[in-house]
């Protein structure tokens, strides 16, 4: 799937087409960091729900683009179990939104929005891996 495809037919990516995106940037991660990721579970979703938004503080639904829920790497233990899966959830029309004002190609959008999310689950703070984006 390219970007090309979209702009052709004046499709906006569907839900199903940014799963398939970030099924391919997924398959794209080394091996080894892979499967220490293979039991997160990630799902696509227009936005961000209210709950989300207002624990994150935030007023408008665009300006986040994925969120990781779940305990990270660090900070698990075979002690306390989880009830629920590790998840991170990629919300298309503020993906969307950012594909069009920055002209990034969408499959390297999706990529990096997934990348980011998956260092949450290995621990990684924000101000972490802008560091290490800097670097």
């Known amino acids: ?62 300006t986040l683009t994925g969120i990781y829920r779940g305990v990270p790497l660090t900070d698990k233990s075979v002690t306390m179990p989880t009830a629920e899966p590790d998840m991170i959830f990629l919300y298309r029309r503020p993906i969307l939104d950012e594909w069009c004002e920055t002209g990034v190609a969408l499959g390297d959008l999706i990529r990096e929005v997934l990348i980011h999310e998956i260092g949450h689950h290995f621990g990684f703070s924000d101000e972490a891996m802008d560091e290490l984006d800097g670097e």
């Open 1 to 62: 799937m390219t970007h090309a495809k979209f702009l052709d037919k004046m499709l906006a990516p569907s839900l199903e087409d940014i799963e398939a995106l970030a099924g391919q940037a997924f398959a794209e991660i080394p091996g080894h960091l892979r499967d220490k990721v293979k039991d997160v579970v990630v799902r696509v979703a227009e936005f961000a729900d209210e709950a989300t938004l207002d624990q994150m503080g935030l007023d408008d639904p665009f």
